[in-house]
């Protein structure tokens, strides 16, 4: 069942707060509902999926294959100008960026809420994840998975290069371009980041069974792609039994199994 939307006004101030952008594809512009670009192996894509799926919500798949490089195109940089997925488009107005997605959801179609109490706590979860994606998510895992399997023809990383304006997004595919690999200083600085948020994620579910205590929320729902994504890369989670604990709280959940494991049922064979 479709939840229920809030008012246009309260709508539209969470809007303002919000990843939003004028799309030069004007054709998404004239889309009415919920409309998800996603990639079935990003974990990005995972978390908008099951916040979709938690709220119950009717959504039409734009599903981009990233091994195809079905996102480097000029048409979709006209609809995300970083050819990244996902990308939402709500009755027209196109929102980007997951961990902005998933809150301006939670907002905007606030039944059943997946919001904390501690809004503020909850919120720095999201910023911590959208926080370490390109300097230690990325790098891990394209240099332990998919590098090689989204290596570019030099036909592709000519159109990539016209199409990309973001300089961060330029510097770390020019990291794996051609013949180049990730150096050791780069996956160094990525295990440090990783170790340190999942340090952090370890105590902060020492005697409680969600991120933010009994009550699960985004801040779940934006951690969990990455610790399934870095599972299938090997990452060791040995020394955090709180991680594997609440991880395994996420086999039984409808949005997990249809928003993950049904897109991607196992990430070491991507």
């Not at 609440?246 to 049904?262: C, E, H, I, M, Y």
Request: hydrophobic share 35%; charged share 25%; proline share 5%.
């Amino acid at each position: 069942m479709r939840a229920v939307r809030q008012s246009p006004r309260a709508t539209l101030s969470k809007a303002k707060k919000m990843v939003v952008v004028i799309p030069t594809n004007k054709s998404v512009e004239s889309f009415e509902g919920l409309h998800l670009y996603h990639g079935a192996i990003s974990n990005c894509s995972m978390r908008v999926r099951m916040t979709l799926i938690e709220k119950g919500l009717d959504w039409t798949s734009h599903h981009l294959d990233l091994k195809k490089k079905e996102n480097i195109t000029k048409e979709y940089f006209g609809i995300n100008p970083n050819g990244l997925v996902p990308t939402l488009v709500d009755n027209g107005a196109v929102h980007i960026e997951s961990n902005d997605i998933i809150d301006y959801l939670d907002e905007t179609y606030p039944e059943p809420s997946l919001r904390a109490q501690d809004n503020a706590a909850m919120m720095e979860w999201l910023a911590l994840a959208a926080a370490i994606h390109v300097p230690a998510i990325k790098p891990y895992v394209y240099a332990n998975k998919v590098a090689v399997k989204l290596k570019k023809t030099s036909e592709e990383q000519s159109r990539y290069d016209a199409l990309q304006k973001n300089q961060e997004l330029k510097d770390f595919h020019d990291k794996h371009k051609g013949s180049s690999t990730f150096s050791d200083a780069d996956i160094t600085r990525a295990e440090t980041i990783l170790r340190e948020g999942f340090d952090k994620l370890e105590q902060a579910l020492t005697g409680q069974t969600w991120i933010m205590g009994e009550q699960y929320t985004l801040a779940d729902i934006s951690w969990i792609p990455i610790h399934f994504v870095l599972v299938g890369c090997g990452y060791p989670f040995d020394g955090y039994p709180n991680i594997r604990r609440w991880a395994d709280n996420f086999r039984t959940k409808p949005s997990f199994q249809d928003g993950v494991l049904k897109w991607c049922p196992d990430f070491s064979l991507v």
